[in-house]
């Protein structure tokens, strides 16, 4: 099976792909040098109406098999994205400019892992024991799909994105409209062409390709829509809220993050200094968990300091189809400058550019890289805490690091921003870490390492990072819903409880 022809057409809707009805042609460029890897035609509203159409005449049947029957379909889904692997790594890498080695190591293999978790997930749907709870009834939860799921992706890991809104929805029992970033539509494509391959059937999961401000609101709109699953920027997120309450839709907002690195005394330097620089350039720093912002207390933090700009001058920047490239260009022209704005604006109020803070001419590979959005990894002190680069997500290689005195200071400035989506402690003490995870606001901490993530846990923000779980057992309580089944045990006609509105005992 081919999954990557594409032809024109950029729409999956009811098991086939079909070119949008929008006017305008689309280009997938890739960032790496500009080359046009698809050109398509994006979703007008109309394409969004069949696409919910198709997914709501698909609700009945698929919503009644058993979790068994949707459970072997994930796992005949896992195992054909496995086969798959090496084609959706290459058209991820072509169509994003990540790495091919962070495609190959992490962005595919993850989603089969989680294919294969929601397969076992499926058929684990838990809720309180049924029971004669009020001494004259036996009640009982079901455990519900919620209908047709709106979905919403952005471009940074357009195939774990698509994955993690995809597989619990339809593990649950919903069918499924996902509309992935129109920048990097390919692999959400193929994994829905994947689906079908699968024997899920036609409708169970549509793709539609278009713009946020068309397709996206007229998905969050629609009223055959029941619930909205977001993730992308907060004030997109907020704009997706407000719409979906207009028509009292559930909501699961992930959005964006400023994660905390936060250096303690105690703590290995070595493994701090590559762990922040793994965790700040991990996709070109394109990532919502990525390190952004270094605390490390003052008699570490000249090492610190040193450590990051040396390894940040080694990395290798090129090809990213190349194995040995480390680091790719960011998604888009853009993009890169909206990065570099961050940190020319950040030159201009007095910060220290310690390395990088520019694009790059050559690769590593002799890559010419002034064709692509390339920008060098870029280290940034001596700015304050109200600072832009501080407060703001950049979404880009570059981190700022801070030093701090005591340690409630460093957990003070850690919970400094509107964000809290992932942070991380590093100590070798106890007491530290434990105090660190209690009190750092944010849907996951890590201690001594950071960015890690599995499928059995969950992933999701506090604050303005969003609501709602993403992975693990706890999405599925984002896609269902809990109704209460309550059986009268006594066949008296006459109940007790009736005197509280008629009559006397
Ligand atoms: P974005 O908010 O610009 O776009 C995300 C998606 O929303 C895209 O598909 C876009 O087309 C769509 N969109 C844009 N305007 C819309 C509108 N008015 N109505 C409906 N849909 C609309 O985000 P992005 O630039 O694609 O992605 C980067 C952002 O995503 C960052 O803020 C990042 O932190 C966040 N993110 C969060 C998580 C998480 O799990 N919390 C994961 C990945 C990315």
């Given at each position: 099976?081919?999954?990557?022809?594409?032809?024109?057409?950029?729409?999956?809707?009811?098991?086939?792909?079909?070119?949008?009805?929008?006017?305008?042609?689309?280009?997938?460029?890739?960032?790496?040098?500009?080359?046009?890897?698809?050109?398509?035609?994006?979703?007008?509203?109309?394409?969004?109406?069949?696409?919910?159409?198709?997914?709501?005449?698909?609700?009945?049947?698929?919503?009644?098999?058993?979790?068994?029957?949707?459970?072997?379909?994930?796992?005949?889904?896992?195992?054909?994205?496995?086969?798959?692997?090496?084609?959706?790594?290459?058209?991820?890498?072509?169509?994003?400019?990540?790495?091919?080695?962070?495609?190959?190591?992490?962005?595919?293999?993850?989603?089969?892992?989680?294919?294969?978790?929601?397969?076992?997930?499926?058929?684990?749907?838990?809720?309180?024991?049924?029971?004669?709870?009020?001494?004259?009834?036996?009640?009982?939860?079901?455990?519900?799909?919620?209908?047709?799921?709106?979905?919403?992706?952005?471009?940074?890991?357009?195939?774990?994105?698509?994955?993690?809104?995809?597989?619990?929805?339809?593990?649950?029992?919903?069918?499924?409209?996902?509309?992935?970033?129109?920048?990097?539509?390919?692999?959400?494509?193929?994994?829905?062409?994947?689906?079908?391959?699968?024997?899920?059937?036609?409708?169970?999961?549509?793709?539609?390709?278009?713009?946020?401000?068309?397709?996206?609101?007229?998905?969050?709109?629609?009223?055959?829509?029941?619930?909205?699953?977001?993730?992308?920027?907060?004030?997109?997120?907020?704009?997706?809220?407000?719409?979906?309450?207009?028509?009292?839709?559930?909501?699961?907002?992930?959005?964006?993050?400023?994660?905390?690195?936060?250096?303690?005394?105690?703590?290995?330097?070595?493994?701090?200094?590559?762990?922040?620089?793994?965790?700040?350039?991990?996709?070109?720093?394109?990532?919502?968990?990525?390190?952004?912002?270094?605390?490390?207390?003052?008699?570490?933090?000249?090492?610190?300091?040193?450590?990051?700009?040396?390894?940040?001058?080694?990395?290798?920047?090129?090809?990213?189809?190349?194995?040995?490239?480390?680091?790719?260009?960011?998604?888009?022209?853009?993009?890169?400058?909206?990065?570099?704005?961050?940190?020319?604006?950040?030159?201009?109020?007095?910060?220290?550019?310690?390395?990088?803070?520019?694009?790059?001419?050559?690769?590593?590979?002799?890559?010419?890289?002034?064709?692509?959005?390339?920008?060098?990894?870029?280290l940034i002190t001596g700015v304050a805490?109200?600072?832009?680069?501080?407060?703001?997500?950049?979404?880009?290689?570059?981190?700022?690091?801070?030093?701090?005195?005591?340690?409630?200071?460093?957990?003070?400035?850690?919970?400094?921003?509107?964000?809290?989506?992932?942070?991380?402690?590093?100590?070798?003490?106890?007491?530290?870490?434990?105090?660190?995870?209690?009190?750092?606001?944010?849907?996951?901490?890590?201690?001594?390492?950071?960015?890690?993530?599995?499928?059995?846990?969950?992933?999701?923000?506090?604050?303005?990072?969003?609501?709602?779980?993403?992975?693990?057992?706890?999405?599925?309580?984002?896609?269902?819903?809990?109704?209460?089944?309550?059986?009268?045990?006594t066949a008296v006609a006459r109940k007790?409880?009736?005197?509280?509105?008629?009559?006397?005992?």
């Amino acid at each position: 099976m081919d999954l990557t022809t594409f032809g024109s057409g950029a729409q999956y809707i009811a098991g086939r792909l079909t070119e949008g009805t929008g006017t305008e042609p689309f280009q997938v460029v890739n960032p790496a040098d500009g080359s046009v890897v698809q050109e398509v035609r994006l979703a007008a509203t109309a394409d969004v109406d069949s696409a919910v159409a198709a997914a709501k005449a698909a609700l009945p049947e698929w919503s009644g098999v058993t979790p068994g029957a949707r459970s072997e379909a994930l796992l005949r889904l896992a195992g054909i994205l496995a086969d798959h692997a090496e084609e959706f790594a290459r058209v991820e890498t072509a169509q994003t400019g990540k790495p091919i080695k962070l495609s190959t190591e992490f962005d595919v293999p993850g989603t089969v892992d989680n294919t294969s978790f929601f397969a076992g997930a499926a058929r684990n749907l838990e809720g309180k024991a049924a029971g004669e709870w009020s001494g004259d009834h036996t009640s009982y939860v079901r455990r519900e799909a919620i209908g047709v799921v709106g979905s919403i992706s952005p471009w940074n890991y357009p195939l774990q994105m698509a994955a993690w809104k995809i597989l619990p929805a339809i593990a649950a029992g919903n069918t499924i409209v996902l509309k992935p970033a129109e920048l990097t539509p390919l692999t959400s494509l193929m994994f829905a062409r994947a689906c079908t391959e699968a024997g899920i059937p036609d409708g169970v999961v549509n793709v539609v390709t278009g713009a946020g401000r068309s397709a996206g609101e007229h998905l969050v709109s629609h009223p055959d829509v029941a619930m909205v699953s977001f993730t992308g920027s907060t004030p997109v997120g907020k704009r997706v809220a407000e719409l979906a309450t207009a028509t009292v839709k559930r909501t699961h907002l992930e959005l964006g993050g400023k994660a905390p690195f936060v250096v303690f005394d105690d703590a290995d330097l070595d493994a701090a200094v590559h762990g922040a620089v793994a965790a700040s350039l991990i996709n070109s720093g394109q990532d919502c968990t990525a390190a952004t912002r270094a605390y490390v207390q003052r008699p570490l933090y000249e090492a610190f300091v040193a450590g990051v700009a040396e390894l940040y001058a080694a990395i290798r920047l090129g090809d990213p189809m190349n194995p040995q490239t480390d680091l790719g260009p960011l998604v888009s022209y853009t993009h890169r400058d909206r990065v570099a704005g961050f940190v020319e604006r950040a030159r201009g109020y007095g910060a220290t550019i310690v390395t990088g803070g520019q694009a790059p001419a050559k690769g590593h590979d002799g890559t010419d890289l002034s064709l692509g959005a390339y920008y060098r990894p870029t280290l940034i002190t001596g700015v304050a805490q109200d600072s832009e680069v501080v407060q703001g997500e950049i979404f880009g290689p570059v981190l700022v690091a801070l030093p701090f005195d005591s340690d409630d200071e460093g957990l003070r400035l850690a919970n400094d921003t509107p964000y809290g989506l992932a942070a991380s402690a590093w100590t070798r003490d106890i007491h530290r870490s434990l105090r660190a995870t209690r009190e750092i606001a944010a849907g996951c901490v890590w201690v001594n390492d950071h960015i890690p993530i599995i499928s059995e846990m969950p992933h999701g923000g506090y604050k303005s990072s969003g609501y709602g779980k993403d992975m693990s057992q706890y999405s599925l309580d984002e896609y269902t819903q809990v109704k209460h089944v309550m059986f009268d045990t006594t066949a008296v006609a006459r109940k007790d409880w009736h005197r509280t509105i008629f009559g006397d005992r």
